[in-house]
T-cell receptor
């Protein structure tokens, strides 16, 4: 089945700097890769997603890149702000068994 | 008011008792999911359902059971066979397996 590894588990960046979170997946048939943000005490919410027919997608300060050959995808947040502090989860699905698998999460701290 | 709801927010049960967690959505979504969230473990899939009267095991289905008799409802029963049931449980729904998931607010279950 699918396996998703997410790194780092914790990331601290200075406000205004960029943050990058990386995920790798094992099932080459996976074709949908969402990223969810979970603020403290709240439910996860989708912030961006990418499908396997696209290499990069941007939405304002957030971007996701996908390398199908290497089976990894990354979340990029530029000009970080205090409200970016949260736990971020990557996921992969659409593979051979249809199950969605989440990474273990990255806790992002934005330092003032 | 459209959305996905879970009840109750907090639940306490004695060891050895079965307990059922409620999940309802009025988003007209076909797919529904149950996750367990433990610190540092990310979101682990318990069960998912693509359509009414059909459901599939996730990665940690042992000790849990579900039903999908109505499109709007996907209750999860935590049985006495679940060895470590104390956790935060999240329900989600989506229009299909490779689309954005919308999460409920979660139920925190404590087994005493």
């Amino acid at each position: 089945g699918e396996n998703v590894e997410q790194h780092p588990s914790t990331l601290s960046v200075q406000e205004g700097d960029s943050a990058v979170i990386k995920c790798t997946y094992s099932d080459s048939a996976s074709n949908y890769f969402p990223w969810y943000k979970q603020e403290l005490g709240k439910r996860p919410q989708l912030i961006i997603d990418i499908r396997s027919n696209v290499g990069e997608k941007k939405d304002q300060r957030i971007a996701v890149t996908l390398n199908k050959t290497a089976k990894h995808f990354s979340l990029h947040i530029t000009e970080t702000q205090p409200e970016d502090s949260a736990v971020y989860f990557c996921a992969a699905t659409g593979g051979r068994d249809d199950k969605i698998i989440f990474g273990k999460g990255t806790r992002l701290h934005i330092l003032p | 008011d459209g959305g996905i709801t879970q009840s109750p927010k907090y639940l306490f049960r004695k060891e050895g008792q079965n307990v059922t967690l409620s999940c309802e959505q009025n988003l007209n979504h076909d797919a529904m999911y149950w996750y367990r969230q433990d610190p540092g473990q990310g979101l682990r899939l318990i069960y998912y359902s693509q359509i009414v009267n059909d459901f599939q095991k996730g990665d940690i289905a042992e000790g849990y059971s579900v039903s999908r008799e109505k499109k709007e409802s996907f209750p999860l029963t935590v049985t006495s066979a679940q060895k470590n049931p104390t956790a935060f449980y999240l329900c989600a729904s989506s229009i299909g397996l490779v689309y954005e998931q919308f999460f409920g607010p979660g139920t925190r279950l404590t087994v005493l």
